[in-house]
């Protein structure tokens, strides 16, 4: 199965933001609030709360900084 050149920039920004707010939640839960008995709970909470909000950010802005990375390059921006 393929993937479309079209969902590449949501897919990276999906696996990303997964990436992104799984360990960022966990680190800073576990040295904010340590390993206490309702630590996965709140993890799983963070970490959803999280991607919520880090996604639908990816896929806004990493294609903004991809076309000025291209272009401080000198390649052409699609």
Do not use: C, E, H
Request: avoid cysteine; aromatic fraction near 8%.
């Amino acid at each position: 199965m393929a993937l479309s050149p079209k969902l590449i920039g949501p897919a990276i920004a999906l696996i990303t933001g997964l990436i992104t707010s799984t360990s960022m939640s966990f680190v800073g839960l576990a040295m904010n609030y340590g390993f206490q008995p309702d630590f996965a709970m709140r993890w799983l909470r963070a970490a959803i709360t999280s991607y919520v909000v880090v996604v639908p950010m990816l896929v806004i802005v990493v294609p903004r900084i991809q076309r000025f990375v291209m272009r401080q390059a000198g390649l052409p921006a699609r």
